[in-house]
Nanobody, 118 residues
């Protein structure tokens, strides 16, 4: 499985962006998948996850109520809709797939940069 994250960019505080994670290979459809982010000088942080069928999403407290994770298995793509963006959301965002032993991920995308200006 290869993952390609896209959709990052520069946005003003309060704005919105939608990230996409396009996967190659049908195996992606069988994996619980997730979004993480890494801000400069900080460790990679879990943001959201969704099961293989697109149900039971869960979020970190830092994004709950503002971000929405979804997937379209027919398109082999996962999404992260980000609303009410804050400067503290500035980071490189990574998509991942396949939780192993409760941890993520067996597969990672290359990351897409989101910059939120104040």
């Amino acid at each position: 499985v290869q993952l390609q994250a896209s959709g990052g960019g520069l946005v003003q505080a309060g704005g919105s962006l939608r990230l996409s994670c396009a996967a190659s290979g049908h195996a992606f459809r069988s994996y619980t998948s997730a979004w993480f982010r890494q801000a400069p000088g900080k460790e990679r942080e879990f943001i959201a996850r969704i099961n293989s069928r697109g149900f039971d999403p869960s979020y970190s407290d830092s994004v709950k109520g503002r971000f929405t994770i979804s997937r379209d298995n027919a398109k082999n793509t996962m999404y992260l809709q980000m609303n009410s963006l804050k400067p503290s959301d500035t980071a490189v965002y990574y998509c991942g797939a396949q939780f192993i032993g409760g941890g993520c991920c067996g597969y990672w995308g290359q990351g897409t940069l989101v910059t939120v200006s104040s």
